[in-house]
C-alpha cells in the first residue's frame, strides 16, 4: 500500500526533479510536490500548503539550498530538510548539517536517498507525537488545577466544557446527566454553542430524556466508552435525526462518558462538521479530559463524603457531636452579641434498649430514625438537633427572647413523642426524659451547658420519666455524689462488700416461714449499710446489675445450703431478678451454672420479676420462664398492681404466686379504692389457682384484713425485718411461727 507524502523539492532542473519522484515512487511513495527555484516561490508554497519533507539542491541559479535552509528554519517549520546535490563537498556538507540540515544525497548515489527519507519522516512523527503529548499533559494539568479549585462539581463541569469547547472549534457542546433515580438522562442547562442552527437541535435536547441504550447519549451511558455518528442527519440510531436534517448541514457528533468508579456520572455530547472530523487523537484527548474530571468529581465526592461523616450521623442524617459543639458555640457567641438566650435539651429515650432486644437492630434503627424525623419538627428552622450517641439526642434553641420558650419546645417534644409510631409493621410507643439548661443563667461554655443538661435528664428520669426537668445547680452536687457512689459501687464487690439479708414469708395458715427473700446490703468500709434503694437504680442503670444479679443468686444458694435449715423444712429461696438480666439473655445460663455448682435444688428456687418486664420484653421473658420453669424454678410476679398488666394476661407464664405491692397494703383497711383494689387481686388471683403474698404488712389491722380475704401469705415488719443469714437460720431452729411482730 502506497503511503502518501507531501514534498517540497527546490530545485531548478526538471530533470533531476523527474529522478527524485521515480525513486520517491519505487520506494512505495504517492507523492505530492511542488518545484521550488527562488525566494518567491518557496515562500508561496510555504504559505499555500503542509509539507512533509523538504529535498533541496544545493546551488540554483539566482538562489541556493542555504537561503532555502534559511527561510524554512526562520519560519520555525518542523521540516526535514535533505540536500539532493551533485557538487556538493565534504566541507560544504557539514557547514550544511550544521545550519541544520538533517542529511545530504549525491545527485550519483541516490541509493541513500529513501532510507534517509524513511529515518527522517520517522524522526519527524517521533518529534511531533512527544511534542503533542507534552502539550496535550501541559493543558491537561491546567484544566486539572483550574477544576480542583472550582467551587463546586457543576462549576468544575463548565470549565471542562469550555476546554473542549475551544479544542477543536466545536459547534456545540452539551452535557447529559442521570435523573436522581439514576433511570434517565437529562440534558444540562449548562452548554456552549456556536452555530444558531444548532441551537434548535439544543432546545429540542433539553426538553428530551434519554433511557440506558437508547440515542448517543443513552449508548454511551450504557457502554462507558466513546462513540461517533458519523453523520447525524441520517443516522438510523440518532432519534433527533429528523431535526437534524432540516437544520444542520452534514454534522458528526460525538459521546465522551465521565466516569467515577467505572460508573458513568455524565456524558459529554459534542457536535462538528463533517469535513471537521475529529481523529482519533482528538478523541482520546476528550477522553483523557473527561477522565480527568471524572477524578476529580470523585475525588470530591470522597471529600464531601467524609466531611459528612465527620459532622453528621449516618443513621439519621442529624448533626454530630462535633458539628454539635461547634455550632452551640457559634450559638453563644451571638446571644452573647445580641443579649439573647440559648437553651440546651438533653433527650434521652426510655427503655429504648427493649425494641432492639425484642424486633431486632433493623427495626430498632428504622425507630430511630422515625423519632429524629419528629423531634425535628418541634424546632424552628434555625434551630439545631443532634444526636450524640445511642438513644440520646440534643437540641440547641438558638435566639431565644427568654427562657420558658425552651419548657414549650420540650413539652411539644414530649406530646409529638407520646404518639404511636408505626415501624416495620409494629405499633410502637416512647417514653423521654428531658433536662433543659439555658445560657446564660446555667453555664458559659459548651461542656458545662451539656453536662448541665445531662444532670437535669437524669432528674427528670428519676421523677419516672416522660417528663422534662430545667437545671439547678443542686442538681451538680447531687450529680457528683452519685458519680462518687457509682465509683464506689464498682469497688465493692471486689472489696468483699455485699451481704445479704433475708426476709420471711409467713404463710397465714400456720404463722410458719413458707419462703425467705434475699435482699442484699451494701456494707461500706466505714461499715456504714447502705440500703438497696440507694444504689440499685444505679446498678440498672450503669449494668452492674448483672454482675450483682449473679453474685446475690450464689451467694444466697451458697448461704442457704450451707445452713441446710430451709431445705429440710421445704421452705423456698426467693431471689429478686432484674429486667436487665433478662435483658442481656444470659439468665437461663447463669441460674442453671449456679444451681449446678452449688447443688441447690431448683425446685425449691422461687425468682421473682415484675410485670414491667413482661410488659416490655414479653416474647423474649415469655421464652426464659419456660425454660428455667422447666428446670422445677417457680416465678412470683414482685409489686403487682404498679405496672398496667393484668391477671389474664398472666394466663400463658409459668406463674405460681403475686405480691401485692405495698403501695396498695399501706392504706388498708382504711382506703376503701386500696381494700377494693386488694380484694379483687386476691379474688382473681385464686380464681386462676395463683397464690397471694401481701407486701409491707406492719399492722394486725392490716393482717386480719387480708386474713379474711384468704390472703395466703404475708411479709412484712409486722412478722421480722430484712435479718442476717445467721438470725434466719435461728429461726429454722426453733420452728419459730412468726404471727407476732420480734423486730
Known sequence: MKRDIRALIVEDSEDDTTLLLLELQRGGYSVHHSRVDSNRSLTEALDQGKWDIVLSDYSLPGFSGTKALSIIRDRDLELPFIFVSGTMGEDTAVTALKAGAQD???????????????????????????????????????????????????????ITMDKIFELANWSLVQVWIPNSAGTLLECSSTYRCRDKNLEILRMMSVSDTVTLGEDLPGRVWLSKQPVCIPDVTCAPDFPRTNMANAIVDDTVALGIPVLTDDEAIAVFELFIPVAQRPNEQLVQFISAVAAQLGEVIQRRHAEERLQYLAHYDTLTGLPNRVLFTDRLRRALVDANRHERFVGVIFVDLDRFKAVNDNLGHRAGDHFLQAIAERIRQCVRQGDTVSRLAGDEFTLILADMKNPEAAARVAQVILDKLGLPFYVDGHELYTNVSLGITVYPFDENDVD??????????YRAKERGGNTYEFYSSEMTFNAQNRL???????????????????????????????????????????????????????????????SIGEWVLRTACEEYQGGEHGVKKNVRLAINVSPRQFGNGQIINVVTKVLQETGFDPNNLEIEITENLLLHNADTAMGILRKLAALGVRFTIDDFGTGYSSIGHLKSLPISDVKIDRSFVNGLPD??????????????????????????VETAEQLEFLRERDCDAMQGYYFSAPVPHETICRYFDENKALMAADY
Open 484 to 546: 462518687g457512689l457509682e465509683n464506689s459501687l464498682r469497688h465493692a464487690m471486689s472489696e468483699d462488700e455485699f451481704e445479704l439479708h433475708y426476709l420471711p414469708v409467713v404463710g397465714l395458715g400456720n404463722g410458719q416461714i413458707q419462703s425467705v427473700e434475699a435482699l442484699i446490703r451494701w456494707r461500706q468500709a466505714d461499715n456504714h449499710l447502705v440500703m438497696p434503694g440507694k444504689f440499685i437504680p444505679l446498678a440498672e442503670e450503669t449494668g452492674l446489675i448483672v
Open 448 to 457: 458545662g451547658l451539656l453536662r448541665n443538661a445531662d444532670i437535669a435528664m
Open 671 to 696: 382506703n376503701a379504692n386500696d381494700a377494693a383494689i386488694v380484694s379483687a387481686i386476691i379474688s382473681m388471683a385464686h380464681n386462676m389457682g395463683l397464690k397471694v403474698v401481701a407486701e409491707g
Open 104 to 158: 545530504y544525497i549525491m545527485k550519483n548515489n541516490l541509493k541513500r536517498l529513501l532510507p534517509a527519507i524513511n529515518r527522517e519522516l520517522r524522526e519527524l512523527e517521533r518529534r511531533r507525537k512527544q511534542r503533542r503529548n507534552e502539550e496535550e499533559t501541559h493543558l491537561l494539568q491546567s484544566i486539572a488545577q483550574m477544576v480542583n479549585v472550582a467551587a463546586d462539581v457543576e462549576a468544575a463541569m463548565e
